[in-house]
């Protein structure tokens, strides 16, 4: 049997063409059930946002996902992410109230579909009142 080099070419820029469509296909298929799992979840009632908010930012998404722009961030890049938002404080007090309040210290109260979520952490500190001669 003999091929040519140019049979050749296109049978294996074919087969190129029909590992990249495949490729694609998936996280169009992902992105559109996570859509469409997002989409429930905004018409039931499920999430913090109002439905029309819920819905286009469920939408953003879908579209983001499918330009290949929608990124999913680990936990650890997260915790990173928000150490790293300390680091404005220089005041070592401050420092270490901001670590806390990132790990959750504290009440918390409310929800952002009531108008806001309230944290409260209570420091408590004390002062040496020097002696009157």
Do not use: W
């Not at 296109?10 to 296909?25: D, E, I, K, R, T």
């Not at 908010?53 to 997260?78: F, I, P, Q, W």
């Not at 959750?104 to 929800?111: A, V």
């Amino acid at each position: 049997m003999n091929i040519r080099p140019t049979t050749l070419r296109a049978f294996c820029g074919a087969a190129l063409l029909m590992g990249a469509a495949a490729s694609h296909a998936a996280p169009d298929a992902n992105a559109e059930a996570r859509y469409q799992k997002d989409r429930a979840a905004c018409l039931s009632g499920q999430t913090q946002q109002a439905r029309d908010v819920c819905l286009r930012e469920a939408g953003a998404a879908r579209d983001a996902a499918g330009k290949g722009a929608l990124k999913s961030s680990g936990s650890n890049e997260k915790a990173a992410n928000a150490v790293e938002r300390c680091e404005v404080f220089s005041k070592a007090d401050e420092h270490a109230a901001c670590l806390d309040r990132i790990r959750g210290s504290g009440q918390t109260s409310g929800s952002a579909l009531q108008g806001g979520v309230l944290r409260e952490s209570v420091t408590t500190t004390t002062t040496v009142i020097p002696a009157k001669p």
